[in-house]
């Protein structure tokens, strides 16, 4: 994409050199128009490094390529960060006194907006018509973030961190084909106390769950995360379970209601009878402990049983096979059946190597097909959810 990083005179704007980065590592084309205050914060020598192209924000240069129409009509996305309490008034008016405010006025690609100022400044009335005057006329305003700001003081109005501004713009893009739709996602592996201090856990990252999370939400979900034993998982907004009864306890609260549940979680089948409540001392267990189990129920067929009554929520399943080719797609479609779903999501991991790793192989097995897929974990939920919208039309 051909994409314009608009930078504006405030503090924030050093951490504007993360957001061209980012965009060009992910293969964009950035061209960078500072005001003539953001150059007070951040050199143009910076900028034109990491954007890979010249930066002039100079109206009176160049006129002869009508640079500030041509930015503006060429560019597929732009994104102004940070902006000031002045830029959004700027904007606001239609003013166009600059090369960065003429592009804008000259393009009809989507805009985003980071703002950027002190809480007394964001919270001022102007302020607010001003964002409701750009958010009235589709210009993505984000809202800033909480945290500690230029001096002493912290409140509203940080700069929201890049990685969260690339999203944001990216998200431009993506097909809101999940707006209204809720999902419930569980993610990781659940773990079953021997002890005090041991458990009886397993592999999973929970990585997968989160890119369905991610996913999900970008394409307009009302999503929910059940995170089971997640070592990195969201900043907000999940629901922490450990125990197969515990993340059962969490399904059956959340269930009601949800259109599409995915248990990307790797769910324990036994659990050990009778925990000690104090570590076990090698001592007492002798050179053969034994340890007795008692089976978990299996929560996906619970759920799949309950909507055989008639439930219209989609079920989605994941197997992690040490099997590959039609064994893996048979035993998936066993599963499939026996659970009562949707989709079984199989993959194989002989040698264990998709366990943490960003990339992975699926098979999205369904009553009637089995497709494959390979890439990213966040391309591979985004193609488990093409799979999940075109199933629910
Ligand atoms: N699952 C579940 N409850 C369990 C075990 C598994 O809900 N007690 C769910 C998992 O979250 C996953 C799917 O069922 O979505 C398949 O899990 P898997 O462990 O592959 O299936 P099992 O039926 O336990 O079969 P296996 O004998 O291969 O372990």
Not at 160 to 176: H, K, S, Y
Request: without cysteine.
């Amino acid at each position: 994409m051909r994409i314009l990083v608009g930078i504006t005179g405030g503090i924030a704007a050093y951490k504007a050199v993360g957001v061209v980065r980012q965009l060009v590592e992910a293969g964009h084309d950035v061209k960078v128009i500072p005001t003539a205050n953001a150059l007070r914060f951040v050199g143009a020598a910076t900028l034109e490094a990491i954007s890979k192209n010249a930066v002039d924000p100079d109206l009176y240069t160049d006129v002869a390529d009508v640079k500030h129409v041509e930015l503006g009509q060429s560019a597929d996305l732009i994104i102004v960060a940070p902006a000031t309490a002045s830029f959004i008034a700027r904007t606001a008016a239609g003013l166009g006194d600059d090369l960065l405010s003429s592009s804008i006025l000259a393009s009809k690609a989507p805009v985003l907006v980071a703002p950027a100022m002190h809480t007394e400044m964001w919270e001022n009335p102007s302020t607010a018509a001003n964002v409701a005057t750009l958010r009235a006329r589709g210009i993505n305003v984000l809202e800033p973030a909480v945290g500690r700001l230029t001096g002493e003081d912290s409140g509203k109005g940080r700069m929201p961190e890049p990685e969260a501004i690339v999203e944001a713009a990216l998200n431009l893009f993506v097909p809101q084909d999940l707006t209204h739709i809720r999902v419930l996602i569980t993610a990781g592996g659940t773990r079953e106390p021997i002890d005090s201090v041991r458990f009886i856990g397993n592999n999973s990252s929970g990585l997968m769950g989160l890119a369905l999370y991610k996913a999900a939400k970008s394409r307009g979900a009302d999503v929910q995360l059940v995170a089971a034993n997640l070592q990195r998982g969201l900043t907000e907004g999940q629901v922490d379970v450990s125990t197969t009864e515990e993340l059962r306890e969490t399904l059956n609260n959340q269930v009601a209601g949800t259109d599409v549940l995915i248990m990307a979680a790797a769910i324990s089948d036994y659990r050990v009878e009778t925990p000690s409540a104090a570590k076990l001392k090698k001592a007492d267990l002798g050179s053969t402990p034994v340890l007795n189990l008692v089976e978990n129920p299996d929560l996906l067929a619970e759920i799949g049983a309950k909507r055989a009554s008639g439930r219209p929520i989609t079920l989605i399943g994941f197997a992690a096979e040490t099997l590959a080719g039609d064994d893996l797609v048979a035993s998936a479609r066993k599963k499939l059946e026996a659970k009562k779903v949707d989709l079984i999501v199989a993959n194989d991991v002989t040698g264990g190597a998709v366990f943490g790793s960003d990339a992975t192989a699926i098979k999205l097995v369904s009553a009637n097909e089995d497709l494959s897929f390979a890439g990213s974990k966040l391309e591979a939920a985004n193609a488990i959810i093409d799979w999940i919208v075109t199933a629910r039309k």
